[in-house]
């Protein structure tokens, strides 16, 4: 049966619409209150998998501050970045709305360097990259309805989860993997929720820096940008100081790359002039993006923040210590699946019989992937303090 309702009026024909959906994994009774790209944002909200970003880190672990963001409010700045821009381009919302909610559903505790290090454990079987984990997730892993694993969400849904993606693991997507091995692009809604999320982090750790105490102010007008959103901030509000400055700045930061991607991504739309989903696909390069001038203002920023910021010394050791956690981790339950929930140990003993070892690392990577902050600490004692014995 075709799903249910009404396509969101004033969209453009090169958006997205759930009645032209490619449609679910496995086929599923429609609604008659809520559209498909609907229905897969409402799955996402209510998995497990989403509820425990609240717990897992963005730059700075989960407990050294109630006011820092972590995956969870992210993921929420990213939804509400990314629905204006659709919004003020007639593209779909509700598939970006979904597509930003989901994008870090495969997110490892303790952020990137979780990440690297998951990654590392699992280079003899294929590694680990957290956009791949997320479509794993959605997929596989969540575990809530009779007749079939994962959300089954639409196609479109799953398309946008995947940024990039080896050509070995492309050719096991299916559907989804196929872009990658034909050079075609995804939708325009993947393609700005994407950029939706790079000026998210940006803008935001940029916030959270400066309230951790790891970056200061003057030393972040040093980019001609930040110092010129400065200069005029106080212009507009003489004597402007401390947090409402920082704010206005981050808030100015923000709409000054939303304002360039629109114009940008709308010239080179009407340049292209695509009629449909399927012919943005088709085009060898994606449409939506920053102008060169907004790019080279972007790779000074990163710069910035990767040398004042995510080198910082005390990012350092909370990184080091974190990599050591998943490590120690994933050589214990390898070594042992035994100490694995039975959840997972019956699955590791399943796949490691369908694939060998590289099945059962797979299992493994699954469980520490899925694990918030202090869980993967609280673990990591149980399993290796000995001091700890419950």
């Given at each position: 049966m075709a799903e249910q309702g009404r396509d969101p009026a004033g969209l453009a024909a090169h958006a997205a619409r759930p009645s032209a959906s490619r449609g679910r994994r496995y086929a599923e009774p429609g609604s008659d209150l809520r559209n498909a790209f609907q229905?897969?944002?409402?799955?996402i909200i209510h998995?497990?998998?989403?509820?425990?970003?609240?717990?897992?880190?963005?730059?700075?672990?989960?407990?050294?501050?109630?006011?820092?963001?972590?995956?969870?409010t992210h993921s929420l700045e990213v939804a509400q970045i990314a629905r204006t821009i659709a919004r003020a381009m007639g593209l779909n919302e509700d598939l970006t709305e979904a597509i930003a909610?989901?994008?870090?559903?495969?997110?490892?505790?303790?952020?990137?360097?979780?990440?690297?290090?998951?990654?590392?454990?699992?280079?003899?079987w294929g590694g680990f990259e957290h956009n791949l984990q997320s479509l794993r997730v959605v997929d596989l892993l969540e575990g809530r309805y009779p007749d079939f694993d994962g959300l089954n969400l639409?196609?479109?849904?799953?398309?946008?989860?995947?940024?990039?993606?080896?050509?070995?693991?492309?050719?096991?997507?299916?559907?989804v993997g196929q872009r990658f091995l034909n050079g075609t692009q995804p939708s325009l809604e993947a393609q700005l929720t994407n950029i939706a999320d790079e000026i998210a982090y940006n803008s935001h750790d940029i916030d959270d820096g400066l309230r951790a105490g790891l970056l200061d102010l003057d030393g972040l007008c040093s980019v001609d940008w930040i110092r010129d959103l400065r200069e005029q901030a106080q212009s507009r509000h003489p004597g402007l100081e401390?947090?409402?400055?920082?704010?206005?700045?981050?808030?100015?930061?923000?709409?000054?790359?939303?304002?360039?991607?629109?114009?940008?991504?709308?010239?080179?739309?009407r340049d292209a002039a695509p009629d449909s989903p399927d012919a943005v696909r088709a085009l060898g390069a994606p449409l939506i993006g920053f102008s060169a001038d907004m790019?080279?203002?972007?790779?000074?920023?990163?710069?910035?923040?990767?040398?004042?910021?995510?080198r910082h010394y005390r990012v350092h050791r909370m990184t080091t210590k974190a990599a050591r956690v998943i490590t120690a981790l994933f050589e214990a339950f390898l070594d042992d699946i035994r100490l694995l929930p039975p959840q997972f140990r019956d699955a590791a003993v399943r796949r490691?019989?369908?694939?060998?070892?590289?099945?059962?690392?797979?299992?493994?990577?699954?469980?520490?992937?899925g694990m918030t902050d202090r869980f993967a600490i609280d673990e990591h004692q149980r399993l290796l303090n000995p001091e700890r014995l419950t």
């Amino acid at each position: 049966m075709a799903e249910q309702g009404r396509d969101p009026a004033g969209l453009a024909a090169h958006a997205a619409r759930p009645s032209a959906s490619r449609g679910r994994r496995y086929a599923e009774p429609g609604s008659d209150l809520r559209n498909a790209f609907q229905r897969d944002r409402d799955r996402i909200i209510h998995c497990a998998a989403f509820r425990r970003l609240e717990y897992k880190t963005q730059v700075f672990v989960n407990h050294e501050g109630d006011l820092f963001r972590t995956r969870l409010t992210h993921s929420l700045e990213v939804a509400q970045i990314a629905r204006t821009i659709a919004r003020a381009m007639g593209l779909n919302e509700d598939l970006t709305e979904a597509i930003a909610l989901a994008h870090d559903l495969g997110h490892t505790p303790f952020g990137h360097a979780g990440q690297e290090a998951l990654d590392a454990c699992m280079q003899p079987w294929g590694g680990f990259e957290h956009n791949l984990q997320s479509l794993r997730v959605v997929d596989l892993l969540e575990g809530r309805y009779p007749d079939f694993d994962g959300l089954n969400l639409t196609f479109e849904a799953r398309e946008g989860l995947v940024k990039r993606c080896p050509l070995e693991q492309a050719e096991r997507l299916g559907e989804v993997g196929q872009r990658f091995l034909n050079g075609t692009q995804p939708s325009l809604e993947a393609q700005l929720t994407n950029i939706a999320d790079e000026i998210a982090y940006n803008s935001h750790d940029i916030d959270d820096g400066l309230r951790a105490g790891l970056l200061d102010l003057d030393g972040l007008c040093s980019v001609d940008w930040i110092r010129d959103l400065r200069e005029q901030a106080q212009s507009r509000h003489p004597g402007l100081e401390g947090r409402r400055l920082v704010y206005r700045i981050v808030r100015d930061l923000i709409a000054s790359q939303v304002h360039d991607l629109i114009a940008t991504s709308d010239a080179r739309i009407r340049d292209a002039a695509p009629d449909s989903p399927d012919a943005v696909r088709a085009l060898g390069a994606p449409l939506i993006g920053f102008s060169a001038d907004m790019n080279g203002r972007h790779r000074t920023l990163k710069r910035y923040l990767y040398d004042q910021l995510y080198r910082h010394y005390r990012v350092h050791r909370m990184t080091t210590k974190a990599a050591r956690v998943i490590t120690a981790l994933f050589e214990a339950f390898l070594d042992d699946i035994r100490l694995l929930p039975p959840q997972f140990r019956d699955a590791a003993v399943r796949r490691e019989a369908a694939r060998g070892r590289r099945g059962r690392a797979r299992v493994v990577a699954d469980y520490i992937a899925g694990m918030t902050d202090r869980f993967a600490i609280d673990e990591h004692q149980r399993l290796l303090n000995p001091e700890r014995l419950t």
